[in-house]
C-alpha cells in the first residue's frame, strides 16, 4: 500500500482535498504521522464551522467530579437525561471513560443558527475522527 492509498484508508470519513493531501505528501515524505493527521482533522474541523470549536479534557476532574456525575450535568443542562446522555455517548465508550477516568469533549458549532454537534469519548483522536465524520 502506498502512501497515498494510506492517506485515504485512514481519512475515508473526512475527505482530504487534493490540496490537503499534497501538503500532507510533502510535510511527511514518506509516511503519514499520527501529529499530521490530528492536524488535518483538526484543519477539517475548524474550517467547516462557521463559529466556536471546543475541546475539553477531564473537565470533571478540575471538580472532582465522578464522570457519572459530571455527564449527567452535562445532559441535565441540556434537559435530557443521564440515560439519554449514555445512549447518546454508547454504553462501551461510557464504560471505557469510568475506566480510563477520562472525558474528552468536542463541540463543533457547524451552523450560526445555533446548532452544534457534540462527541463524547475516552479517546482524543476518536472524538476527532468521530465528530469529523458528521461534518
Do not use: P, W
Request: a negative charge; one cysteine or more.
Amino acid at each position: 500500500m502506498n502512501i497515498r492509498e494510506m492517506i485515504k484508508k485512514e481519512t475515508e470519513t473526512c475527505l482530504l482535498t487534493n490540496e490537503q493531501e499534497i501538503k500532507v505528501l510533502n510535510a511527511c515524505g514518506m509516511f503519514l504521522t499520527q501529529e499530521v493527521f490530528i492536524s488535518l482533522l483538526l484543519e477539517k474541523l475548524v474550517s467547516r464551522c462557521k463559529n466556536s470549536v471546543s475541546i475539553r479534557v477531564n473537565t470533571h476532574k478540575d471538580y472532582s467530579e465522578s464522570i457519572r456525575d459530571y455527564i449527567e450535568k452535562i445532559y441535565i443542562l441540556g434537559h435530557e437525561t443521564l440515560e439519554d446522555g449514555i445512549e447518546e455517548i454508547g454504553q462501551d465508550v461510557y464504560n471505557k471513560m469510568i475506566d480510563k477516568n477520562t472525558v474528552v469533549e468536542i463541540q463543533a458549532y457547524t451552523e450560526t443558527s445555533g446548532g452544534f454537534l457534540r462527541v463524547i469519548h475516552y479517546d482524543f483522536i476518536k472524538a476527532l475522527k468521530c465528530i469529523c465524520s458528521q461534518i
